[in-house]
């Protein structure tokens, strides 16, 4: 059965720290791997990987793709109380029309 | 203008009672889900219609529905609650089934006493 799996699963932080979030997948027919962010309410869009190596920026976060490994990285820089959220990692791919598969989820809390 | 909206945000509900959640996308997309998130945060699709046709039923029970009356609504009709069933529910959107832009709704949590 396909598989996503997050590390760690809770983290707590301060601000100004950097932190990296580690997503790894056993899957079947993999097409992409894509990074959420969900505070109180519906999952927002990060990033989505394709491509092995080719990382990925917006502002200060960033995330890479290892199609060796089958990994992915969520990094965060420069931590703000405002990055405190659940960050999900999923892979869509496998033989389900447009199926997501999540892994369980980072909750990372900031603390100023 | 809200792209993906349910109604109602919060349903609190007796055991035995039977609830519907709705969902419409005003994207233009022709995929659409309901997910279910439980109590430990795990996000877990449910069902997906692609153009009003049933694609996924990731071994739902009988007792949830879904129903699609055109591409841009798909509804959860819910019978005979169960207190396992309290959870929020996600409704989503894809163009063509794809991951990239899916967009989700603010969820509905339910609850059953």
């Known amino acids: 059965e396909d598989k996503v799996v997050q590390s760690p699963l809770s983290l707590v932080v301060h601000e100004g720290d950097t932190v990296t979030l580690n997503c790894s997948y056993e899957v079947t027919n993999f097409r992409s791997l894509l990074w959420y962010k969900q505070e109180k309410k519906a999952p927002t869009f990060l990033f989505m990987l394709?491509?092995?190596?080719i990382e990925k920026k917006s502002g200060r976060l960033s995330s890479i793709l290892d199609k060796k490994e089958l990994s992915s990285i969520l990094n965060i820089t420069a931590t703000q109380t405002g990055d405190s959220a659940i960050y999900l990692c999923?892979?869509?791919?496998?033989?389900?029309?447009?199926?997501?598969?999540f892994g369980q989820g980072t909750i990372l809390t900031v603390h100023p | 203008d809200t792209a993906v909206s349910q109604t109602p945000k919060y349903l609190v509900t007796q055991m035995g009672n039977d609830k519907s959640i709705k969902c419409e996308q005003n994207l233009g997309h022709d995929t659409m889900y309901w997910y279910k998130q439980d109590s430990k945060k795990f996000l877990k699709i449910m069902f997906s219609?692609?153009?009003?046709?049933?694609?996924i039923n990731e071994t739902v029970p009988n007792r949830f529905s879904p129903k699609s009356p055109d591409k841009a609504h798909l509804n959860l009709h819910i019978n005979s609650l169960e207190l396992g069933d309290s959870a929020v529910y996600f409704c989503?959107?894809?163009?063509?089934?794809?991951?990239?832009?899916?967009?989700f709704g603010s969820g509905t949590r339910l609850t059953v006493v």
């Open positions: 989503a959107s894809s163009p063509q089934g794809t991951g990239n832009g899916y967009t």
């Open positions: 219609y692609n153009n009003k046709e049933l694609i």
């Open positions: 394709t491509s092995s190596g």
């Open positions: 999923a892979y869509a791919g496998g033989t389900s029309y447009g199926k997501l598969t």
